[in-house]
């Protein structure tokens, strides 16, 4: 079964502490790993998508990183309006839905 | 862009009434769309994919009769909920994606259920 873990569940950091937020998964064979940032109340909104092991992308302070088994996604020097939830998911191959993981909630305090 | 919105944000219904929540890409077709349901400080549990034109693909534990969902062109999905009832008070998020061979699925902003 396709299994995506988050870790950790909650992160408190000060403003410029950069840090990462991980991404563990399992899936029969991989066909994208996704993130997406959601504000309370809002919908998720689209990060990121990694194909391959090794494959890196950039946006702003975020970037995410993939291996074959797991995710990261680095925040450097993070501002307040960082704050939010991080989700990871995945999809495999013949599929056409995401495997969603628990998220990451991210506090950035001034 | 890849924008896609829902319709209404909020609502409240009384028990036993039915209420339909609409989801549409503004700026792309969109030939599947999927529904979601969100409790509070919980991650996203997808409740059915649509593909236009055809029948919905429900997971597990949604009941069809109650969550009926139409996609009935490449822009709009709907799902009502019937005869709702209080433990059907949730947050509803719709997400579309591209095209059949874009992977990235873009969702709506969601709309508040409470039923009294």
């Known amino acids: 079964e396709d299994q995506v873990t988050q870790s950790p569940e909650a992160l408190r950091l000060q403003e410029g502490e950069s840090s990462s937020l991980n991404c563990s998964y399992t899936v029969s064979g991989l066909r994208g790993l996704f993130w997406y940032r959601q504000d309370p109340g809002k919908g998720p909104e689209f990060l990121f998508t990694?194909?391959?092991a090794g494959e890196e992308k950039e946006k702003e302070r975020l970037k995410a990183t993939l291996t074959k088994k797991e995710s990261f996604l680095h925040i450097t020097a993070p501002k307040p309006e960082d704050s939010a939830t991080y989700l990871c998911a995945v999809q495999a191959e013949g599929a056409q839905k995401l495997v969603f993981g628990q998220g990451t909630r991210l506090t950035i305090n001034p | 862009g890849a924008v896609v919105s829902q319709h209404p944000s909020r609502v409240i219904c009384k028990s036993g009434t039915s209420v339909k929540i609409e989801c549409r890409s503004l700026?792309?077709?969109?030939?599947?769309m999927f529904w979601y349901r969100q409790f509070p400080k919980k991650s996203l549990m997808l409740m059915a994919t649509?593909?236009?034109?055809?029948?919905?693909?429900?997971e597990q534990g949604v009941e069809k009769d109650k969550f009926l969902i139409n996609h009935a062109s490449l822009t709009l999905s709907t799902l009502t909920v019937t005869s709702a009832h209080p433990e059907d008070s949730s947050f509803y998020i719709c997400?579309?994606?591209?095209?059949?061979?874009?992977?990235?699925?873009?969702f709506g902003p969601g709309t508040r259920l409470t039923v009294t």
């Open positions: 700026d792309f077709q969109a030939t599947t």
């Open positions: 997400s579309a994606r591209k095209a059949v061979n874009s992977y990235e699925q873009y």
């Open positions: 649509s593909n236009e034109g055809s029948k919905a693909t429900y």
């Open positions: 990694l194909y391959s």
